[in-house]
């Protein structure tokens, strides 16, 4: 498996997932279709899929005029107001497109029908996030509640394996880590994460161990981050968190 990193937008990200077996791709949040055609072109592969993580206009407003392009393509989602949507993904639901394995993860709060995708070959673990998890950060809750984005980065994001990938969907790092420093000033790693960012205008993708590390937003039973804010629960944390990064 190769991922493609397809800046669109002002700041957003879309991804090529690159089946290097079966010589074929899916597109994530394709918002810019022929910035997606042009990378398979190049890379000389065949799309057969896209991946929609969630309804927002900038993730799947590209559905209707890359299914005019090439409108065989496959679309999953998890939402019925996306556009073009051909497969419904439920939470759990495991399938295979090429020689790659999937799992569809609800990971709802920014939107109630966002979907992460857990992608996984033989050596290696990737997984697509839209706007629930950002590296150092989360998204807005439009949808859902604390309780709804703790059990989704908690619970559900937490549980990956630890070299999994990240690949979120905006390049939101280092207003993210800057944040993040505002609550965990002691924390080397998110110190060096921020150092190497400032360095690097794409940083995806990082782990789901690294985030573990330095994401506020993931560590809210951290007795630090709490002390910090002046929380004593994990909901309540996850709360004040979001508020005051609204604000920041």
Known sequence: MKVLTIPALEDNYSYLIIDEKANEAIAVDPVEPKKILKAATEAQVKLTSVFTTHHHWDHAGGNEELLSLRPNLAVYGADPRIAKLTNFVKDNDTFKIGSLSIKGLMTICHTNGSMSYFVTDDADKAVFTGDTLFIGGCGRFFEGTPEDMHHSLSSVLASLPKETRVYCGHEYTKSNLKFALSVDPDNT??????????????????TIGEELQYNPFMRVTDPVIQKNIG?????????????MKNNF
Do not use: F, G, H, Y
């Open 189 to 206: 790693r998110l110190q060096e994460k921020l150092i190497w960012c400032e360095s690097n205008s794409i940083s995806v993708p990082s």
């Open 231 to 243: 929380e004593t629960n994990p909901i309540d944390t996850m709360a004040k968190l979001r508020e």
